[in-house]
C-alpha cells in the first residue's frame, strides 16, 4: 500500500510575484556600469577561451586532436622522413613531419576538447579574442599564425609549496647536473695530464748524485765541490787536486 504524501505548505497566493518584483527593485537601485569598450578593455579570468595557438615543436602528428573534433575544423597534412642511426650499427628510424596545422574559427566551438586530447601538450588557449575578419576565409588560421597566438599564451599558475616538482624539471636538472659532473671529471683528467707532461720535461738527476756549489780550478781545470750520494743520502766534499810543482822552485 502506497504511503501518503507529506502535506505541503499553503502558500500566500501572489508570494512569487512579489519576490520577482523584489529582486526587479534591488537591480533597479543599483547603478550601472558601463564598460566602454573598445577603450576599456574587459578583465578576463586567467582561464577564458580566446584563441588556440600552437606550440609546434610538440607536435608528433599523432591526429588524436583532429579525429577528436567534432566539429571537424582541424586540417593537418604530413609527410615521412627517414632519420639515420643515431649510433654506429643501430637501424634508421621514420618519423612524421608536420607540413600544414589550420583551424578553421568559423566552424569552431571552443569546447577545448583538441587541448585536452593533445599527449604532448601543443595546443594551449590564449586570452585573444580580438580575430573577427570581414572575409569568412581569413578565420582558418594556418600553422604560422597559431604560432603568433603562442606569445599571447598566459604562464601557468604557480605550484602549490607542498607540490611536487613537474617531471620536466627534474629530469632537465638531472641532465645539467650529469652534465656538469662529466664537464668537471675531464678538466680533473686534463689538469693531471698536464701535471704529468710537466714532470715528465723536467731533466732527471745523474745515476750516481748530484754535485753542488762547482767551484773550478783555473789552473788545472778541475772542479770542486759537494757530492750527494743518491743512494745514501750522504754529502761528502769533493777535495780540491793539488797544485804540481813549479820546476824554477826546486832549482832556486
Not at 177 to 183: F, H, M, N, R, T
Request: glycine share 6%; with cysteine; net charge negative.
Amino acid at each position: 500500500m502506497a504511503e501518503p504524501l507529506p502535506p505541503t505548505r499553503s502558500r500566500i497566493p501572489g508570494s512569487g510575484l512579489a519576490k520577482g518584483l523584489a529582486v526587479t527593485l534591488r537591480t533597479m537601485t543599483k547603478k550601472t556600469v558601463t564598460a566602454q569598450y573598445p577603450d576599456a578593455q574587459p578583465e578576463l579570468p586567467p582561464r577564458s577561451r580566446g584563441v588556440i595557438g600552437l606550440f609546434e615543436e610538440n607536435c608528433t602528428v599523432c591526429m588524436l586532436c583532429a579525429r577528436e573534433c567534432p566539429d571537424w575544423c582541424i586540417y593537418i597534412d604530413s609527410h615521412k622522413e627517414t632519420v639515420p642511426p643515431t649510433a654506429p650499427g643501430g637501424r634508421e628510424r621514420s618519423r612524421n613531419v608536420l607540413d600544414r596545422f589550420a583551424i578553421d574559427f568559423s566552424l569552431c566551438m571552443y569546447c577545448g576538447i583538441c587541448i585536452e586530447v593533445c599527449p604532448f601538450d601543443a595546443l594551449f588557449w590564449s586570452p585573444e579574442f580580438e580575430y573577427a575578419e570581414t572575409d569568412i576565409h581569413e578565420l582558418t588560421h594556418e600553422r604560422d599564425k597559431l604560432r603568433e597566438w603562442m606569445w599571447t599564451v598566459p604562464a601557468p599558475p604557480a605550484l602549490d609549496p607542498g607540490a611536487e616538482e613537474p617531471k620536466e624539471l627534474a629530469a632537465a636538472r638531472k641532465t645539467a647536473d650529469k652534465l656538469a659532473a662529466e664537464a668537471a671529471t675531464a678538466a680533473e683528467a686534463a689538469e693531471l695530464a698536464a701535471r704529468t707532461a710537466e714532470q715528465a720535461a723536467q731533466p732527471e738527476p745523474p745515476a750516481g748524485g748530484t754535485t753542488t756549489g762547482p767551484a773550478t780550478d783555473e789552473t788545472t781545470g778541475t772542479t770542486a765541490g759537494t757530492t750527494t750520494d743518491a743512494t745514501t743520502g750522504t754529502t761528502s766534499d769533493t777535495p780540491e787536486p793539488s797544485k804540481p810543482s813549479d820546476p824554477q822552485d826546486g832549482a832556486s
